[in-house]
């Protein structure tokens, strides 16, 4: 829902500053369109469904994977394609990662989103839509509780959270999940900024949204925003944003030249700049930072490659997250015996690291994969 069109249609109806607020609390709670907010009047109801869409998104695509994963392709309202995904998970959790951007501009080499077209920014309504989407389709938790230390939610950039056992093994057959949306409690819990795009290169707009997200019920406790070091967006973050909002680093490679190589971004940003202003953010709001870390095989899984890593990192500011690799045809994956190993060097070296269960790989929806399309409509 665009909100300040519904606020500027409000006023233009003359009508009082808590019918604004009445609407978009209906619309948060997961209503399905104006005329199920049987307490707003039915004339009113007629004038915002002729002058406000009730999304700015339009659904052109759904596809649901068989442990539950469900991706959406969108359209903007200027044919802008955008995805985004739903987590189910056993215990009736569900976690949400939705897009910054249309494309991304940054190119990253192991990234599908990076080699498609780069659309523009994402407004807050059109960010907020994809999570109403999902609000729409699944309870959210109101009672705040944390997840279980068996599932811990952690961030995966660029394709959705994704189900980790906290002793960095295999999953076992009861973490596979199938969706129930009619039986059992459902609780949309978490919602992550990993979908397409880098979101400090968007960031007013994603901040604005993150802002929202208590609306729809998910906490800046339970929010988590990705960057691959954007310098100028994460000194902002660092600065202006108060809530306690998760910050993760999409980091995957130690060694400059091999970053660069990965991230061009390197370039522009060099890791050590980013690393200090991820310590200045431990330092000033006491949150660990989550880093992201992608197992391409024999490109950065060696236990020389852990080492290097192990080297920056101090334990009491960083969690490592490894990732198994989500192929998109220009690397491989590293194998299970190959990410052991390089656990076990950051474990020798108490840096604290997970192993993260993908979602969603036969549907293109885990990390890494989220890749649209179709292209916008040029005028």
């Known amino acids: 829902m665009d909100i300040e069109l519904l606020e500027s249609t409000m006023v233009e109806a003359g009508q009082p500053a808590y ?22 009047p039915a004339p009113l109801r007629q004038i915002l469904s ?9 659904v052109t ?9 469900v991706k959406t392709l969108f359209l903007t309202h200027d044919g802008h394609p955008v995805e985004a995904v739903l987590m189910r998970y056993r215990d009736g959790r569900r976690s949400i990662c939705v897009s910054s951007q249309s494309g991304c501009p940054l190119t990253c080499t192991f990234c599908a989103t990076g080699a498609m077209q780069f659309g523009r920014n994402l407004t807050p309504s059109e960010i907020l839509d994809q999570a109403l989407h999902f609000r729409r389709l699944e309870p959210i938790d109101n ?12 961030p995966s950039r660029s394709g959705g959270a994704s189900l980790l056992t906290n002793r960095g093994e295999a ?20 919602c992550v900024f990993m979908g397409m795009g880098e979101p400090f ?19 800046p406790r339970r929010t988590t925003i990705s960057t691959v070091g954007w310098l100028p967006g994460l000194t902002r973050f660092i600065d202006e944003v108060d809530e306690p909002i998760r910050l993760a680093l999409s980091l995957h490679a130690a060694s400059p030249g091999l970053r660069s190589q990965l991230m061009p971004v390197n370039d522009r940003y ?27 095989e024999g490109v950065n899984d060696t236990p020389r490659h852990a080492a290097e890593l192990a080297a920056i990192l101090d334990p009491k500011a960083f969690k490592v997250n490894l990732i198994p690799y989500n192929p998109t045809g220009m690397y491989g994956g590293s194998s299970r015996d190959r990410i052991a190993d390089f656990k076990h060097v950051l474990d020798r070296a108490r840096i604290p690291a997970t192993v993260r269960l993908t979602r969603g790989r036969d549907i293109a929806a885990a ?3 989220l890749a649209a399309e179709p292209r916008a409509v040029r005028a």
């Open 171 to 190: 999953p076992k057959p009861r973490d596979t999940i199938h969706p129930s949306r009619s039986g059992g409690a459902s609780l949309l819990t978490n």
């Open 367 to 369: 990390c890494g994969q």
């Open 143 to 154: 009672r705040g509780e944390a997840p279980k230390p068996r599932d811990t939610i952690h």
């Open 19 to 40: 019918r604004t607020r009445q609407v978009w609390e209906w619309a948060a709670k997961g209503a399905d369109g104006y005329d199920a907010m049987t307490n707003v």
């Open 50 to 58: 002729d002058a406000v869409p009730f999304s700015t998104l339009t």
């Open 270 to 296: 060099p890791l050590p700049d980013v690393l200090a202003e991820c310590r200045r953010y431990v330092a000033l709001r006491g949150r660990k930072v989550y880093i992201e870390y992608v197992m391409l």
């Open 61 to 69: 695509g759904e596809q649901q994977a068989k442990d539950g994963t």
């Open 201 to 219: 290169i968007n960031f007013d707009n994603v901040i604005a949204a993150a802002r929202r997200l208590p609306d729809v019920g998910i906490t």
